[in-house]
Nanobody
Framework: QVQFVESGGGLVQPGGSLTLSCAAS????????MGWHRQAPGKERELVAM????????EYRDSVKGRFTISRDNDKNTLLLRMNSLKPDDTAVYYC??????????WGQGTQVTVSS
């Protein structure tokens, strides 16, 4: 079945960097655009960045443009998110999935990112 395993989160000071990784399985990874989503406490989950099937096109929400970089390795079924210049507002649980998941889409456990001094 479809499975996502996110990793790489942690506690980082403002201005710091982290790289998140997602291992996907159970479907033909290279056939799908993919995205990173996040959910902060008390807020709805939001799409942060997305990447096309072949990795040539990317899009970012305005709040992370110029700081986050999404990439993928279709040979390894892996999705990455490089996050620089982190801010306290980036604190959230981060998930990988398709950009527009249905209500019944499987989600991984996510990885916690905490930006705090």
């Amino acid at each position: 079945q479809v499975q996502f395993v996110e990793s790489g989160g942690g506690l980082v000071q403002p201005g710091g960097s982290l790289t998140l990784s997602c291992a996907a399985s159970g479907f033909t990874f290279s056939m799908y655009a993919m995205g990173w989503h996040r959910q902060a406490p008390g807020k709805e989950r939001e799409l942060v960045a997305m990447i096309s099937r072949d990795g040539t096109n990317t899009e970012y929400r305005d709040s992370v443009k110029g700081r986050f970089t999404i990439s993928r390795d279709n040979d390894k079924n892996t999705l990455l998110l490089r996050m620089n210049s982190l801010k306290p507002d980036d604190t959230a649980v981060y998930y990988c999935n398709v950009p527009s998941p249905s209500p019944t889409t499987t989600w991984g456990q996510g990885t916690q990112v905490t930006v705090s001094s």
